[in-house]
């Protein structure tokens, strides 16, 4: 593998204002949510200044607009800070994202909504009442509405599931914090729910809907409890866009089997000298695809990285003045045809370097007409320092709002 060598910024420039212009617009901003619930005013939740919504990015409201049942800033339990939502015996606090946001709340890329719930171990008996985390892709106060994911920790089986589709029931844990994450990818259709570490469901997001259908969209979070006397605290609410591109089976690069969910860089550690596999893959033979390279570290969605309109990530650094195409050798790509899945085996470098790489392939069946596989980094370390297995997919990574 030929390494890149430094770009003229006059070049540079040229070549980024080019991938910009053959990409179009760049997504429009959408929405990310964090709640620790600090500076909040002890007892009901609403009516404050944390309710009003519409005109309020953050704001909280009870189902249909009813400040009575949107429960209550408690000290009782807290994650961070000094305050929580406490929600029983029928309260059903709502965050209306697409009410606050029309414009911006998620409705296309790949997405983690983390909830921390802590359930009161003594109150949780058989018959006191289910605890619900929800998400609609429809909500208006007073209707219209659909459901897309119903999560339930039902004190009658001291089970944590899914209510809308065949997944894996864990038990609940009490009186503690418990992560309840979702990846929503609303581009694929495909949602992942996670219950303290531990994959509860996987499937359809929008079949997942119970009542009426909707939209590809997370318009609405919904922390419910059911009439009776089981009390939970919640915390730390976090929504945010994925980071890093992910792999589709479209569009597929890896190095020496490390991916990414989206949460955290691909970073592919490798002793000094030791065999290397890149690896592409894509469905979509034949079509024409090229390879960026480039020496500088990937660059996050928060760190700037360039999201397409339809949600897509470019996580290589587009101003890096080392950036190379692998089939041209030069700054500019040039897009030959896909040979079909193959691997490029070479020996890592014999001292410290890293290098970043991100595939694309063009696609005229889709909107963009382009596809990208995740970006990867290509670190080598001494032999000693370097995990000899690679990291399992899944959401032990750096994840929103922590």
Known sequence: MTLPKATPVPV?????????????????????????????????????????NQSNATGWAGWDDD??????VSADQFRSGFLSLRVTNGQDAVQPFALNDP??????????????????????????????VI????????????WAVQLAADPDTGSFYDLDRPGNPVPVATDRWVDIAMVID??????????????????SYRLGVSYGGGPLAIANLDLYAQAGTSVAYYDDVALAPHEFQVNTPQASLDVNGYVTDGSGAAIAAVGFGAPTTVSFASTLTGTLFDTGLGLQPLVSVNGG???????QIINLDLFDPTLMFLNSGAPFPAPAPFPGNHQLTFGAPNGLFQISMQAFFLDPGTPEGIRFTQATTLRTLPPSMVDPEPPAVGLNQPDAGS
């Open 305 to 311: 990285a360039l999201r397409t309109p339809g949600g």
């Open 12 to 52: 540079r420039a040229a070549r980024a204002a080019v991938v910009v212009a053959i990409l179009a617009a760049a997504l429009p901003a959408q929405h990310s949510f964090v709640e620790d619930f600090e500076g909040k005013t002890l007892g009901g939740l609403c009516p404050n200044s944390s309710c009003p």
């Open 67 to 72: 400040p009575n049942v949107a429960g209550d």
């Open 103 to 132: 414009v911006g709340h998620p409705q296309s890329g790949r997405w983690r909504l983390v909830v921390r719930q802590w359930i009161d171990g003594a109150a949780f008996t058989p018959g006191s009442g289910t605890q619900y």
């Open 186 to 203: 609303l581009d694929l259709d495909v949602l992942e729910t996670f219950y303290d570490g531990l994959l509860v469901s996987t499937g």
């Open 135 to 146: 998400v609609n892709t429809v909500y208006a106060h007073g209707g219209p509405y659909a």
